[in-house]
């Protein structure tokens, strides 16, 4: 089969497309034929070296595919095969055209929902669901989304005013502003003193980090919430415990066990088979170009969610 190989740190260049052994699924597993692959933007760090953790190489990348079963094997349901899933990989292995996976880690596609949506979904329509779920967003909640316009902010933006809040998106530059969708308010965090125009909020979702973050943490009202879950400035928020204690600031950096992240994926799934979530799908990139798909997505001129066609 083709795959991506990731033999060194480095620039996007270093991804190449070669062959990989056809995976075979062991007992319990199944085998997915991968029609799509999900691509975040800490892959692009990792791949760089410069991310949260610096893998064996060589390997792989990707860690979210969706495609339809073709094989299953010893112990798993025989009845699976045909089905269409999503599913993560274990950290590695998704930029391939198949995957071996444990079954009961396959998510089972809604009839009424287009596979790209659902592997759209898999990572970042989890993570949106179970940070506003550990944020407790609440009618009148008055919330800041950074990153408005990327994969996790869209998504951001639908769920909390699903929940009744008033949602101010924050996005860097004219053309990602541009790109904000469902928001009430939308401002340009690159812009001089754009917190100030902000006002006070209630709660603050930061994918970004950084100056940006520290910035928006300013924002919160006494007693507000910032969920801490992204770096894409390069390093975390500079807020301390001590800091948030002092003015009653409640900071979330985790959002649930293995359990409740399933239970998040299947809720983003159901929500958006049933047209209340809508994934943005902005770009998508050929396997073999995969190189390209992460060059874009350094370059900050990504909306939405990127994904690659295998």
Do not use: C
């Not at 979530?277 to 073999?288: H, K, T």
């Amino acid at each position: 089969m083709r795959a991506v190989w990731l033999r060194e740190f480095g620039g996007p260049e270093v991804l190449e497309p070669g062959d990989a052994p056809d995976p075979v699924p062991g007992p319990g597993q199944v085998l997915v034929e991968v029609a799509f692959a999900n691509t975040t933007f800490v892959e692009t760090q990792v791949r760089a070296g410069t991310g949260p953790f610096r893998p064996p190489l060589p390997i792989v990348p990707g860690n979210g595919v969706g495609g339809v079963i073709s094989a299953v094997g010893p112990g798993a349901d025989p009845g699976l095969a045909g089905q269409r899933v999503v599913t993560s990989t274990g950290g590695s292995g998704g930029y391939a055209q198949r995957v071996a996976v444990d079954a009961s880690a396959a998510f089972a596609v809604p009839d009424a929902l287009a596979l790209d949506a659902a592997v759209a979904l898999l990572a970042d329509g989890r993570t949106a669901t179970g940070l506003v779920h550990a944020t407790r967003v609440r009618p009148g909640d008055r919330v800041l989304v950074e990153a408005a316009a990327g994969g996790v902010g869209g998504l951001l933006v639908q769920l909390a005013k699903a929940a009744g809040a008033t949602v101010v998106g924050a996005a860097g530059g004219p053309a990602k502003v541009a790109h904000v969708l469902g928001a009430d308010e939308v401002v340009d965090y690159l812009a001089p003193d754009w917190a100030s125009s902000v006002g006070a909020v209630d709660v603050v979702f930061d994918g970004v980090g950084g100056a940006i973050g520290t910035a928006a943490f300013g924002s919160l009202r006494p007693g507000g919430r910032m969920a801490v879950y992204g770096l894409a400035g390069g390093s975390w928020a500079e807020v301390s415990e001590a800091d948030a204690a002092s003015r009653g600031v409640s900071l979330v950096r985790s959002i649930g066990s293995p359990a409740e992240m399933r239970a998040f994926t299947e809720s983003a799934l159901s929500e958006a088979a049933a047209g209340r979530l809508v994934p943005v799908i902005g770009q998508r990139f050929p396997l073999e170009k995969a190189a390209d798909a992460h060059a874009a997505m350094e370059s900050r001129t990504t909306i939405g969610k990127t994904l690659l066609v295998a």
